[in-house]
């Protein structure tokens, strides 16, 4: 794949992940009050929560060096994009990464915290960018590891 034609498909997860995570965002504001909880489903609960930290409420009192630590990650991710775009596959991890990064970095610019709402059984409350986040990670670590060669080909076998 050409290295344009990358950048516009990450480019194009990139809104969509940030267009789903906003609008599941204002869905959860617009019918949740701040803190109240409904049961979904199987103990998984819809909240309206905030987070003013980065995972699992990590640097929760970090100020500035939260949105200062996402634009230097972001800045790394995009430098490395840039001369591997034509790696296949990295397009879909990069543009998870960055619209789950930017979807959680709109909530912290307009309200100062991120509105996590997916409230699982002994696990912190989340939202669709950590999702997005979590996913890309995989998804990166898989196209980064994969065996290389020919698709479709099989190994050797003695």
Known sequence: MRG???WG???LVVLAVIAV???TKAIVRSTLARGEARD???GVDLVN???RGVA???LADGGLLVPLLTFA???LLLAYFATHASRPGLWLPVGMLLGGALGNLIDRVTSGAV???IDLPLWPAFNVADMSITLGVLVLIYVLERPRGRRGAQPDRA
């Open 4 to 6: 344009r034609d990358a």
């Open 9 to 11: 498909r990450a480019g």
């Open 21 to 23: 995570d906003q609008a």
């Open 40 to 42: 979904l489903v199987l």
């Open 49 to 51: 929560v905030r987070n």
């Open 56 to 58: 699992f409420g990590a």
């Open 73 to 75: 990650a972001l800045g």
């Open 115 to 117: 509105t996590d709402f």
